[in-house]
Nanobody, 122 residues
Framework: QVQLVESGGGLVQAGGSLRLSCAAS????????MAWYRQTPEKQRVFVAT???????NYADSVKGRFAISRDNAKKTVYLQINSLKPEDTAVYYC????????????????WGQGTQVTVSS
C-alpha cells in the first residue's frame, strides 16, 4: 500500500507563513506529479498547486505569488510554503500524489493524505 502523511498545519495570524510537508511511503515504483488541494465545510475540494516529477509547477490564481510548491524526490516529499496568509485561506489542506506501485509499475493511481488544518486569524 501507499501512504501519504501531511504535517505543518496550525493556527497563524493573517500575514504570517506556514510550511506544509507531505511524505510518501510504501511500495512505490515511481511518483509522477504531486499536488496540494484544500477544502472548507461549505465548498468542494479545490486545486491549489501541482508539481511534476521534473519540477514544473502550476498554481491556482488565488494563491499565485503567495504559495510555493516544491519537492524532494530522494525523500519522496512535497512541500507547500504559504506566505501572506489571508483568512480565506483557512481550510483543510490535502496532499495528492500520482503513484505507480512496484507490483503494478505500468499503472498509476492518485493517492490522498488525510489532510492538515490551516486556520488563519484576522
Amino acid at each position: 500500500q501507499v501512504q501519504l502523511v501531511e504535517s505543518g498545519g496550525g493556527l497563524v495570524q493573517a500575514g504570517g507563513s506556514l510550511r506544509l510537508s507531505c511524505a510518501a511511503s510504501g511500495s512505490i515504483f515511481r511518483i509522477n506529479s504531486m499536488a496540494w488541494y484544500r477544502q472548507t465545510p461549505e465548498k468542494q475540494r479545490v486545486f491549489v498547486a501541482t508539481i511534476t516529477a521534473d519540477g514544473r509547477t502550476n498554481y491556482a490564481d488565488s494563491v499565485k505569488g503567495r504559495f510555493a510548491i516544491s519537492r524532494d524526490n530522494a525523500k519522496k516529499t512535497v512541500y507547500l510554503q504559504i506566505n501572506s496568509l489571508k483568512p480565506e485561506d483557512t481550510a483543510v489542506y490535502y496532499c495528492n500524489a500520482d503513484v505507480s506501485r512496484r507490483e503494478y509499475s505500468d499503472l498509476s493511481f492518485p493517492y490522498w493524505g488525510q489532510g492538515t488544518q490551516v486556520t488563519v486569524s484576522s
